[in-house]
Nanobody, 132 residues
């Protein structure tokens, strides 16, 4: 079982940007769909973005679409989340997660789950706090 370690969180003013990273210590990183989730104060954990193993398919929640970009560097076993134009509602602990590995060409190209139940491995999270 690989380990997922997030970094890049911090305190940022509204309107500014932040980039999160998630390094995965697993040689099979390139065949796992990956996702970002977040949990704000007093809220349930919610889906933010997901990316297929190939990186060709990305999906986003409506609340971050157009502001956040998910990406991955398979050669570095690293997942990213570029967050632009942050607002107060983006304050949360952000988690990266790995879904089960896939094997077919179609899955490698397109699989990017939204449901938390589709993810097997989770990082410990990194805090993002947006101030006014």
């Amino acid at each position: 079982q690989g380990r997922l370690v997030e970094s890049g969180g911090g305190l940022v003013q509204a309107g500014n940007s932040l980039t999160l990273s998630c390094v995965v210590s697993d040689r099979t990183f390139s065949i796992h769909p990956m996702g970002w989730f977040r949990q704000g104060p007093g809220k349930e954990r919610e889906f933010v973005a997901a990316i297929s193993p190939s990186g060709l398919r990305e999906i986003y929640s409506d609340s971050v679409k157009g502001r956040f970009t998910i990406s991955r560097e398979n050669i570095k076993n690293t997942l990213y989340l570029q967050m632009n134009n942050l607002n107060l509602e983006d304050t949360a602990v952000y988690f990266c997660a790995a879904s089960r590995s896939v094997t077919t060409i179609g899955e490698l190209l397109n699989t990017a789950p939204k449901a938390p139940g589709e993810y097997e491995y989770w990082g410990q999270g990194t805090q993002v706090t947006v101030s006014s």
